[in-house]
């Protein structure tokens, strides 16, 4: 008895199905790709040292607190004049939606989080990022005041326009409410506790 072979209408429908079916696959792979990790704390509390090592961890690019920052004191006379927050934070807003549509796997973002002033913000990132399939994975670092006042006047610091003065770092402490950002994806390290290689280890595995 001959073989049957399936007729070419037939191949060429299930050919089509198997692209389509591959399609939506990739088309959902890319919608869950991005990942914003937002590394918050006070100023001094090892933000960007950490965010170098994750970078190395997860190949992730950084949109570090002072880069915008820099930028805004390019274009104010001094700052926090007028609208000057606010216009950081549209710089902010606008590179990570910027990184959503280039499609970049993850960003970390260092912040020092108020948890009065930056809520709105940071609820908008969230937003930005979950309409192309993503989230965000907030860190708070928990950092005593001894160990912040220790930190701000090292040497990394130095030749930035970073807090380096303990006591403008006491008057920016007491002026601000800095804490961890309430969302349910929200991770505590107490980084007196850990080094930066647990600290970016317990990161990565909260990560991936």
Not at 111 to 122: A, G, R, S, W
Not at 138 to 145: M, R
Not at 177 to 188: L, V
Request: glycine content about 4%; charged content about 25%.
């Amino acid at each position: 008895m001959p073989t049957a072979f399936p007729s070419l209408e037939f191949v060429a429908k299930k050919t089509a199905t198997n692209q389509s079916t591959t399609k939506l696959r990739y088309s959902a792979a890319l919608e869950r790709f991005m990942k914003l990790i937002i590394l918050h704390g006070p100023p001094a509390s090892g933000k960007l040292t950490l965010a170098k090592l994750l970078k190395d961890e997860l190949g992730y690019n950084i949109l570090h607190n002072h880069l915008t920052v820099d930028i805004a004191l390019e274009v104010y006379s001094e700052f926090g004049k007028d609208d000057f927050y606010e216009f950081v934070d549209q710089l902010r807003t606008l590179a990570i939606e910027k990184a959503c549509q280039n499609k970049l796997e993850g960003l970390i973002v260092t912040l020092c989080f108020d948890e009065v002033l930056d809520i709105e913000v940071v609820e908008q990132w969230e937003s930005i990022v979950a309409r192309y399939g993503g989230e965000i994975l907030p860190v708070y670092l928990k950092v005593s005041a001894e160990v912040l006042a220790e930190r701000v006047t090292g040497e990394s610091r130095i030749g930035t326009n970073k807090l380096q003065c303990p006591k403008e770092l006491n008057k920016v402490l007491s002026e601000n409410k800095f804490g961890a950002i309430p969302n349910k994806n929200t991770i505590s390290i107490d980084t007196n506790a850990l080094c930066i290689k647990q600290s970016a280890r317990l990161i990565v595995e909260h990560t991936l």
